[in-house]
């Protein structure tokens, strides 16, 4: 695809400084912006409401052959002007027909004027009195308009796409349609736009940005779509309101993109909209198709040429690297306080359902475990229970370091749980010997799993004794990867962290250490961190330490953890995932290693589904789950193939990522 390699459109929203009543000043500083997008190879460029004219003309408006005519000769200029450029334009216009006037949006491309779109509601409350002046769209008789010499489909319900990329399908309403109990970009969106633009004219007032930031964010998710706002500025008339130049790109309640406001001189607010994405989010969700026995009759669908994307496409739009744990401080706080709720909710439900008053849990002094095991201390001070009805089982192995098993001891102890020691060893060297592996063998995949069988065993039958659930610590990167032992660690009755990343667990784990607790159990809590993620089935190096190390083996988590949400959240294939995780990793991978890891991860997720059709309860906290009950259904022996193949193609536009924009906004 030409228009959105790997599903990105760059879409803009624009706000040039407007002159009231002057529509040759206006298109000329239009045009300024229009070039200033293309240098940046914008393919779909938005303007405010009523931008040939601005919107605060009021009375003006009435002068139909100046300034109604002056925005129609200067829309005409627009066309001339951007004849040679694919670019899509819209731009707020007013427009006289049948002897109405109406407060419209035209939809250009290369000198052609391919639709105009009235605004349906029109606010007549408080500041505003655009009754007085404009009729809305329900009025209008005529389905075509005659508008700088051409002419064009006139009507609120118009689609504007390609018919060789279906994600490509754009609409518009206007400003207080946005506000609307029922705004028309719903009706748009199950119609099967994909990007809804909307020219308003929105005046500020205390407080107004950040509800109208969350208006257009919450209304990208309704409508499973891409909202680019743009907003009049300052150079409007100040007679009793000030606007101040909002832009604000959202995808699926999103931000992508936002404007500093009050800005004199304009601005341009440039980012890639997912047009991919959002159609594997709108045939995910199956009552976004419901939504269809609503729809009005009369959609027309009006064709759009393509708009090559820039060669080598490069993303403006940042990615994140790591994106089950979020950037600002705050959002992790907050995110990480929610999951820990929910997964002590979900445990307290099980013990309260199964009316047992113990768990048991093997505790390593890695990471997992330590999170598990918070979780059901936390659960047990939740419930009003004491800490010591929790039954922590350490169990040294062949790889057990004197470094992590202090770490399991003294976390017990800080916590005020119940610890037991039960060395395995002796135990698996009579299974050895039963089962006639060779006594030297202390490499193999047998020698490694009988150590985590033998410790299943211990829990579980300790769990029976004890009359206690036995809680599985195993998480969502694991369970992803297969890298888990069948009926050893991938067993328990219930599993607090099943849906939580590795990367997740360690800001988990980070969090507590630095919010919920201090001293003893902080100082372990730390250690845990500083521990490299290991399972310890092989014996440590010459000086005691671990030599088995997880992300040598199986590859770095913070990449599996993406490729997992690459796939699954956003129903990328491996080609896109692997564009995203050279822009998003630049400069920590090389494009070589990172295509290895991922067909790693394909293999292995394929190769594994076995282990997660069969995975016990656990508790989801994230968009990302791979529960056979739940979220994920997929064949225990479907080909992976394709997705191997893919990983194998040349890319259809240059993926080479060189430089980074440090930011979605140009001035």
């Known amino acids: 695809m030409t228009t959105a390699p790997y599903g990105f459109l760059r879409v803009a929203a624009a706000c040039p400084p407007v002159t009231v009543a002057d529509p040759e000043r206006n298109v000329a500083a239009i045009l300024r912006f229009v070039a200033k997008a293309r240098r940046l190879g914008v393919q779909v460029l938005l303007f ?89 769209s329900r009025e209008a008789l005529a389905e075509e308009v005659r508008l700088a010499g051409q002419t064009a489909p006139f009507g609120s319900r118009l689609l504007f796409g390609m018919e060789d990329d279906p994600g ?37 007032l205390v407080g107004k940005a950040e509800y109208r930031r969350e208006l257009v964010k919450v209304q990208s998710g309704r409508a499973v779509g891409a909202y680019v706002y743009a907003n009049t500025g300052v150079h409007e008339s100040t007679t009793d309101v000030v606007f101040g130049g909002h832009l604000i790109v959202a995808e699926n309640a999103t931000l992508l993109a936002e404007s500093e406001r009050f800005r004199r001189d304009g601005e341009l607010v440039v980012t890639e909209v997912d047009v991919e994405r959002l159609l594997v989010d709108r045939v995910r969700q199956t009552s976004f198709a419901e939504g269809v026995h609503a729809l009005p009759d009369g959609y027309r669908r009006v064709a759009l040429a393509a708009v090559p994307a820039s060669a080598p496409f490069r993303l403006i739009r940042e990615i994140e690297a790591h994106p089950f744990v979020p950037s600002d401080p705050a959002t992790l706080e907050e995110r990480c306080q929610e999951i820990f709720s929910i997964q ?38 939740l419930l009003g229970v004491p800490r010591r009805g929790v039954l922590a089982v350490t169990m040294p192995g062949f790889g057990t370091t004197s470094h992590t098993l202090d770490n399991a001891r003294q976390l017990a102890g800080a916590l005020g749980v ?8 002796a135990a698996c060297r009579q299974h050895i010997q039963d089962i006639g592996l060779d006594p030297d063998d202390t490499r193999s995949v047998t020698f490694q799993n009988l150590q985590a069988r033998e410790r299943t065993q211990v829990l579980m039958d300790l769990a029976n004794m004890e009359r206690a659930l036995q809680l599985g610590t195993g998480d969502l990167s694991e369970l992803a990867l297969g890298y888990t032992t069948f009926a050893g660690d991938h067993i328990s009755m219930y599993n607090v962290n099943a849906s939580v990343p590795k990367t997740l667990v360690r800001e988990l784990v980070r969090w507590v250490a630095g919010h919920e607790t201090t001293g003893p159990e902080a100082r372990v809590l730390r250690s845990v961190l500083d521990t490299p993620v290991s399972a310890e089935l092989l014996p440590p190096d010459e000086d005691g330490a671990i030599s ?39 400069g920590a991978y090389e494009p ?76």
């Open 548 to 586: 088995q190390r997880t992300e040598e083996i199986v590859g770095p988590y913070e990449l599996h953890d993406f490729f997992l949400f690459c796939l699954l959240r956003l129903g990328a294939g491996p080609a896109k995932t692997l564009f995203l995780a050279e822009h998003a990793f630049r």
């Open 48 to 136: 405010p409401e009523l931008a040939l004219t601005g919107y605060t003309s009021g009375d003006l408006f009435f002068s139909l052959a100046t300034l109604v005519g002056g925005a129609e000769r200067a829309l005409a200029r627009l066309m001339r002007e951007t004849a040679k450029s694919p670019m899509v334009i819209v731009a707020g216009v007013p427009v006289a027909l049948e002897g109405k006037l109406f407060n419209a949006a035209a939809v250009l491309q290369a000198g052609r004027l391919l639709g105009v779109v009235p605004k349906t509601y029109l606010p007549g409350y408080k500041e505003y009195y655009e009754e007085r002046w404009f009729s809305s």
């Open 418 to 425: 119940e610890l037991r020691e039960v060395d395995i060893r």
């Open 344 to 381: 002590t909710a979900g445990l307290a439900k099980r013990l309260e359902h199964t009316r047992l008053g113990r768990v048991t849990l093997g505790l390593s002094g890695g990471l997992d475990s330590t999170l598990a095991l918070l979780v059901a201390a936390r659960t047990f001070d």
């Open 592 to 667: 070589s290693t990172l295509r290895r890891w991922l067909r790693v991860f394909v293999t292995r997720f394929f190769e594994q589904q076995f282990k997660r059709s069969i995975s016990p309860d656990g508790p989801k906290v994230g968009s990302v789950s791979l529960s056979p009950r739940g979220d994920w259904r997929m064949p225990s022996d479907a080909s992976s193939a394709a997705w191997l193949a893919e990983l194998d193609e040349p890319a259809p536009v240059s993926k080479t990522l060189k430089t980074r924009k440090s930011t979605s906004r140009s001035k």
């Open 168 to 204: 490509v399908t754009l609409a518009v309403e206007i400003c207080e349609d946005l506000w609307a109990p029922v705004p028309p970009s719903s009706l748009h969106a199950v119609a099967g736009a994909t990007v809804l633009l909307c020219p308003s004219a929105s005046n500020d």
